[in-house]
Nanobody
Framework: QVQLVESGGGLVQPGGSLRLSCVASGLTFRNYAMAWFRQAPGKEREFVCWSGATTYYADSVKGRFTISRDNTKNTVYLEMNSLKPEDTAAYYC??????????????????WGQGTQVIVSS
């Protein structure tokens, strides 16, 4: 049974930083591409970044966010810097098998975590 569990969300001031983690189990981690998505109230789920054979970032976060992974810990991370109020959302990690280019469409991912809330506010 595949399980993805996010952690690290919370309240942070604009300009601040936050580090999210997602621990995967029930899959061979190194064979999967991992991605982060986010969803704000009233908006559709939005692609944030990808870590597979390559890394790839949405324009809205490029230069501020960094995705990394530790295959020995079955964990993918999202380092978020220079946070803005518009970054406020529930953040989700997702997994799909390697073998295709980075996918922005959430429907391409078969496995999802429950999400962790990030609020950027003064």
């Amino acid at each position: 049974q595949v399980q993805l569990v996010e952690s690290g969300g919370g309240l942070v001031q604009p300009g601040g930083s936050l580090r999210l983690s997602c621990v995967a189990s029930g899959l061979t981690f190194r064979n999967y591409a991992m991605a982060w998505f986010r969803q704000a109230p009233g908006k559709e789920r939005e692609f944030v970044c990808w870590s597979g054979a390559t890394t790839y970032y949405a324009d809205s976060v490029k230069g501020r966010f960094t995705i990394s992974r530790d295959n020995t810990k079955n964990t993918v991370y999202l380092e978020m810097n220079s946070l803005k109020p518009e970054d406020t959302a529930a953040y989700y990690c997702a997994a799909k098998l390697l073998g295709s280019p980075p996918q922005r469409d959430p429907n391409a991912y078969g496995y999802w975590g429950q999400g962790t809330q990030v609020i950027v506010s003064s």
